[in-house]
């Protein structure tokens, strides 16, 4: 099984502030890689899908980069929305595996 | 808008079976470009692939859940379904279905929880 690893597990942040999370996958992955949002009570959201692709209607301050075992996810610019948790999530051969989770919290 | 909602019991007792419906709205179970799958959240903790399937029948299951984990799919009713037998507490949780787009899950339901215990 691939296995992804999510650093770091949680960060503290102002608004404004630049965030970057990172996901290693355990065995390359090409570009099959997404990224979710999800706040507390609410099922999550696709946020980036192929490592960069921008979902439709998600704020352009949310890019992802990366391809292989290293990918990155960045909000360029927090905004008070943006406090939650964040999933990757990777797909090889049908079998999908999620990282364990950062959660973005108020500094 | 497609939306899907997750429906079944709330509680289940231990070594039971867990079964859970996604009724699918707005657009066809049986869309050739789709898979449909199921995940699990435990309370506090990340998200776990349960399992896919396609409209044909076709499935995936997670590896570690793979003996107890069953998916169906009913095209007429526009629904499929979870099965998960010997449930024990570790899989109390709440339970999503969601549309799988090419690789990505979107959109979810709103999810249920599921909770086990006597």
């Known amino acids: 099984d691939i296995q992804m690893t999510q650093s770091p597990s949680s960060v503290s942040a102002s608004v404004g502030d630049r965030v970057t999370i990172t996901c290693r996958a355990s065995?390359?992955?090409?570009?099959?890689l997404a990224w979710y949002q999800q706040k507390p009570g609410k099922a999550p959201k696709l946020l980036i899908y192929a490592a960069s692709s921008l979902q439709s209607g998600v704020p352009s301050r949310f890019s992802g980069s990366g391809s292989g075992t290293d990918f990155t996810l960045t909000i360029s610019s927090l905004q008070p929305e943006d406090f939650a948790t964040y999933y990757c999530?990777?797909?090889?051969?049908?079998?999908?595996?999620f990282g364990q989770g950062t959660k973005v919290e108020i500094k | 808008q497609l939306q899907l909602q997750e429906s079944g019991p709330g509680l289940v007792k231990p070594s039971e079976t867990l079964s859970l419906t996604c009724t699918v709205s707005g657009g066809s179970i049986s869309s050739s470009s789709y898979y449909w799958g199921w995940i699990r959240q435990p309370p506090g903790k990340g998200l776990e692939w349960i399992g896919s399937i396609y409209y044909s029948g076709s499935t995936y299951y997670n590896p570690s859940l793979k003996s107890r984990v069953t998916i169906s799919v009913d095209t007429s009713k526009n629904q499929f379904s979870l099965k998960l037998s010997s449930v024990t507490a570790a899989d109390t949780a709440v339970y999503y279905c969601?549309?799988?787009?090419?690789?990505?899950?979107?959109?979810w339901g709103q999810g249920t929880l599921v909770t086990v215990s006597s």
């Open positions: 969601a549309r799988i787009n090419m690789h990505w899950f979107d959109p």
């Open positions: 999530q990777q797909a090889n051969s049908f079998l999908w595996t």
């Open positions: 065995q390359g992955i090409s570009s099959w």
